[in-house]
């Protein structure tokens, strides 16, 4: 039997300030939404149900970007966190195991956590995930007797004795699917707040003779965002776990606090990274390669011992070979870059094929892009490509050719052939000097 995600997206997140639904919110590159169907994915779900609601069809949108094997449902009216989790029913009609309860704007959960939480349910009929909280404020208190929970109270609703209690209610339950919808079937409004309550869930099953327990976690993983402030506080939250995970990896930082990481970058061991790099979405780096200051990657693949920047861009479909250098100004696009090639400096390179140990002068262009379409160039192994070279694609550069500095190069170029085009150098003797006496006078006659 397996188990089930109920992701709650449907917050419109006033605090936000945005007419961004508050899950799309963004955090090293993905949506908040993204970083909890990654959570909720390594157990291996059977099915997902995304429980929609401001902005649905941009929430619809992302879903299938990020998981689209999972069901969307919206919750047209927000009457709470219960409410929310009943329009799920349609959707795990017949599901035999056990569901978990997650939030779209709660990133930071940890796979072994959820997975320890799937594995209380093995003694307890109800699981909720709950921290020690430094300062509790106005979370959820969980009320428990040694191991059981005996009830959740939301803060509006909570006595002194109660509030004055630290552990405190993350939002996440795990139950069977069936018994879970109708619990919540049950659920009364007779609160605060006027809303159905998810948290009024354990207190109705020990009505019913079922156990309940609480799973703990470090406070860090139940961060919500709910404002500007805590997404600029998740993103440092992130960045400082993906740096250290990276150093523990045995990726070189030369000064961590300046290198901005994504959501999927993956950098293989001996890698050095120097300072100022920023990742943008699927970068890949393989070992050994060294990616220099203030360069920026996205989308992206480089092979070992590639040396990157610095100051260099790769746009998403750089492809880099082993040995490969892009140095300084640089910027490669939808490009495969050949083992052992170089393109040194102030060059782009866009819809290309660069071969083997070819080099690239610097100021050469590949202009790939008539205003309709796109063109490729493709340039042989071993060629040279001589500086400030212009390759109008389409175009092919044959293996061993060269072209002169300063070319403009429209036809393809044969096999081990020298292509010069450019217009003939030709002296006029002396104009120089007397072009500029006449300048002069006329700006000094204008003066006077």
């Known amino acids: ?48 149900v995304v429980v929609a609601g401001h902005g649905s069809e941009s929430v619809r949108v992302s879903v299938e970007d990020w998981a689209p094997e999972a069901t969307v449902v919206v919750q047209e009216e927000q009457l709470g966190t219960g409410h929310a989790v009943a329009q799920a029913r349609d959707a795990l009609r017949g599901a035999e195991g056990d569901a978990v309860v997650l939030y779209g704007d709660t990133p930071f959960i940890r796979p072994e956590t959820l997975q320890a939480m799937a594995e209380a349910r093995a003694t307890h009929d109800i699981v909720v995930l709950g921290f020690e909280a430094r300062d509790p404020g106005r979370y959820g208190r969980l009320v428990t007797e040694g191991d059981d929970l005996i009830r959740i109270v939301e803060f509006k609703d909570a006595s002194e004795e109660e509030r004055a209690l630290n552990l405190c209610n993350s939002g996440l339950l795990c139950a069977k699917a069936d018994l879970l919808l109708e619990l919540v079937g049950e659920l009364s409004n007779e609160n605060a707040s006027g809303e159905y309550y998810l948290t009024d869930v354990p207190a109705l099953a020990r009505e019913r003779g079922l156990s309940a327990t609480v799973v703990r976690c470090d406070e860090a993983e139940t961060m919500g ?59 890949t780096v393989e070992s050994g390669a060294r990616i220099r200051a203030f360069s920026h990657l996205e989308g992206c693949h480089v092979s070992r011992g590639a040396v990157i920047g610095p100051y260099a861009r790769l746009r998403p479909g750089a492809e880099l ?13 939808n490009a495969v870059i050949g083992e052992g090639a170089k393109v040194p400096h102030l060059s782009y390179i866009g819809d290309a094929d660069i071969g083997r140990r070819s080099n690239i002068g610097a100021g050469s262009i590949t202009c790939n892009y008539d205003g309709v379409f796109k063109h490729r160039t493709r340039v042989g192994e071993g060629v040279f490509v001589g500086s400030n070279t212009m390759l109008v694609a389409p175009v092919t550069l044959g293996d061993q050719s060269m072209t002169a500095s300063g070319s403009v190069i429209t036809r393809d ?35 006077g």
């Open 225 to 283: 965002v709910n404002s500007r402030a805590d997404l600029a506080a998740a993103e440092v939250a992130y960045q400082d776990r993906a740096r250290q995970d990276a150093l523990e990896t045995g990726v070189t930082l030369t000064d961590p606090a300046t290198v901005h990481l994504a959501f999927d970058t993956v950098i293989g061991r001996d890698t050095v990274i120097e300072p100022n790099v920023v990742f943008g979405p699927g970068v």
């Open 321 to 333: 070979g082993e040995d490969v250098r892009v140095g300084n100004f640089v910027e490669v696009k």
């Open 413 to 447: 170029v044969a096999p081990g052939d020298l292509a010069i085009a450019r217009a003939r150098q030709d002296a006029k003797p002396g104009f120089a000097q007397r072009f500029f006496e006449r300048l002069r006078a006329k700006k000094a006659s204008q003066k």
């Open 1 to 48: 039997m397996g188990t089930s995600l109920i992701l709650l997206a449907a917050g419109k997140g006033t605090r936000m300030n945005s007419d961004l639904p508050k899950v799309l919110h963004e955090v090293a590159g993905a949506p908040l939404l993204a970083h909890a169907l990654r959570s909720g994915q390594a157990l291996d779900p059977e099915r997902i």
